[in-house]
């Protein structure tokens, strides 16, 4: 569930937004004590640290690749990384390395191979899915527009993929979340600023590509002077715009705004980690807080469909589009869209902003 942090106030310009090691223990086998081989040292899955722990299990699924593990995550109660693996023989190298192996059924490559599947054969406006390596399965919804003989295509495709895939229903409508109100203005709707970055020595940032799509000039103001103009934007398939300041006063501190009176530094962008700790900054509803529970997302929006995304609880509200997911100073994403609201709860999509930089040619700053 999300958690609330704090609201909004009204407010002219907002501040503009962007594991450890593997020990090896040598073992000296004296002859005159035991001519029994050594046994390597297996470390104690420990706690670490949000950013240790997403690191390590970043590292982990890398050495041992899509093929060898069901994926990693961090386990919400302990702060252990916990690692799938298709056998118990390559748990050893995970907990030497201080995380916790866990046998599963399917690798990453079987689950990505059922989310593939879905996208040729069920991409229904009103459904999403994820890889929940929690779960070991690719997490399948359909919103309460989903009925009729596109319930029941959707249905017989989960159906086909055996356990590897599972669906639930949604009362709410999966939408971009964009509105009319305050924040950063267009002519005709608002979103959110996410993330100052550079390029090519000049200023920009990063917003939803649905909005850069829609609209080429934003102001901090309803009826402003424009500070930004777009440069690229892509929407739907992914979900990111560059926008380009055009105000030489435009503050472009590398910063989330905590609407408190107060700002989180970012530094930095990494990759989201399943049961990772995060927060989000949006223009309607301020700082909420929440879980990432799927990676690898899929949204099928009236729109058109966006791949790629990070996949949550936290909840977030139209005009939130575009605002920053974050952990600590590293920057993970940007807000894209999902259902629910801020009272009742909700499930929320991003982009990940190392895709936008990689894409863009630019850096967090």
Excluded at 251 to 258: E, F, I
């Amino acid at each position: 569930m999300s958690t609330r942090r704090t609201a909004p106030p009204t407010r002219r310009r907002a501040v503009l937004t962007a594991a450890g090691a593997t020990v090896l223990a040598a073992a000296l086998l004296l002859p005159q004590v035991s001519a029994q081989a050594a046994q390597p040292t297996v470390s104690t899955p420990k706690s670490l640290p949000a950013a240790a722990a997403a690191r390590l299990a970043a590292e982990l699924g890398s050495q041992l690749g899509e093929n060898g593990t069901g994926g990693t995550y961090i386990d919400a109660a302990s702060g252990r990384v916990v690692v799938n693996v298709l056998a118990a023989s390559a748990g050893q190298r995970v907990q030497r390395a201080g995380a916790q192996a866990r046998v599963v059924a399917h690798s990453l490559a079987e689950l990505r191979g059922s989310a593939r599947t879905l996208g040729q054969r069920a991409r229904i406006p009103g459904t999403a899915w994820s890889i929940d390596p929690r779960t070991d399965q690719v997490v399948v919804t359909a919103d309460r527009t989903v009925t009729g003989t596109k319930l029941e295509r959707l249905e017989k495709t989960v159906a086909s993929l055996g356990g590897t895939a599972r669906l639930r229903h949604s009362t709410g409508t999966f939408r971009p979340l964009v509105a009319s109100g305050d924040a950063i203005w267009s002519s005709g709707a608002r979103c959110s600023l996410g993330f100052n970055v550079v390029k090519d020595g000049q200023p920009y940032f990063l917003t939803a590509g649905h909005c850069g799509v829609a609209f080429q000039s934003w102001s901090d103001s309803q009826g402003g002077g424009e500070i930004g103009s777009v440069e690229a934007a892509t929407f739907p398939g992914n979900d990111y715009a560059l926008v380009r300041y055009t105000d030489p006063n435009a503050d472009h501190t590398s910063a989330v705004d905590l609407y408190d009176g107060t700002t989180q530094p970012i530094t930095g962008a990494g990759d989201a980690t399943v049961g990772q700790s995060v927060q989000r900054s949006g223009s309607t509803t301020g700082v909420y807080g929440g879980t990432v529970t799927g990676l690898d997302a899929t949204v099928n929006y009236q729109e058109g469909s966006v791949s790629g995304l990070i996949d949550t609880d936290v909840c977030a509200e139209p005009g939130d589009s575009g605002g920053a997911l974050f952990a600590g100073d590293q920057a993970l994403g940007l807000t894209s869209g999902g259902s629910g609201d801020c009272t009742s709860g909700g499930e929320t999509f991003f982009q990940p902003v190392t895709a936008a930089l990689s894409v863009y040619g630019a850096t967090i700053g």
